[in-house]
């Protein structure tokens, strides 16, 4: 779902413990083992987890619709 509205967008990160910003852009974030063996993988605080990144376009951000309520 495209969100346009930045302060929706942060409405939504904040709302989601799997959603964090980084700079811009907001990450998905999902703790696995798992994680170390796959090119969305990376370590999170000491931890491995798959890393998703939706990035800010000139439209907005394209998040999945689970996370839009």
């Given amino acids: 779902m495209l969100i ?3 302060e929706y967008a942060d ?7 799997s959603l964090s910003w980084e700079g811009w852009d ?3 974030i999902t703790p696995s083992h ?6 969305e993988g990376k370590i999170i ?3 491995w987890a798959f890393v998703k990144t939706y990035q800010l376009t000139e439209k907005g951000w394209e998040v999945p619709k689970k996370y839009v309520r």
Avoid: C, M, P, R
């Fill in 4 to 6: 346009t509205n930045y």
């Fill in 11 to 17: 409405k939504i990160v904040n709302q989601n413990k």
């Fill in 26 to 28: 907001i990450l998905e």
């Fill in 34 to 39: 798992n994680a170390e063996f796959n090119k």
């Fill in 45 to 47: 605080d000491g931890n």
